[in-house]
């Protein structure tokens, strides 16, 4: 959250230059909508933490199943799951 509020300003110079609107006259300009920004900032990393590893846990059970298999099959699962991860 606070590294989305110190970047804050330059998403809103990018949001701006994107949808063709002029930079803010004012330098408190830039800080509008920043708490939200940063709460929304913080919480797509929380999902992706999240999603990281609930994806690490199910690549670590299809790893372990395929180490009971031959070695051929074993190392092109383990090969798949590296690359997917």
């Known amino acids: 959250v606070a590294s989305a509020a110190a970047t804050h300003q330059l998403d809103v110079a990018k949001t701006l230059r994107h949808v063709g609107k ?3 006259e004012h330098f408190s300009d830039y ?5 939200m920004g940063s709460f929304a900032q913080g919480f797509r990393f929380a999902i ?3 999603l990281n590893m609930t994806l690490q846990k199910r690549l670590d059970k299809w790893q372990k199943d395929a180490e ?18």
């Not at 800080?31 to 708490?35: D, E, L, P, S, T």
């Not at 099959?73 to 997917?84: A, G, N």
């Open 48 to 50: 992706t933490l999240i």
């Open 22 to 24: 002029p930079l803010p």
């Open 31 to 35: 800080f509008v909508g920043m708490a």
């Open 68 to 85: 009971r298999r031959a070695v051929r099959c074993r190392c092109l699962i383990s090969f798949m799951v590296s690359m997917l991860a």
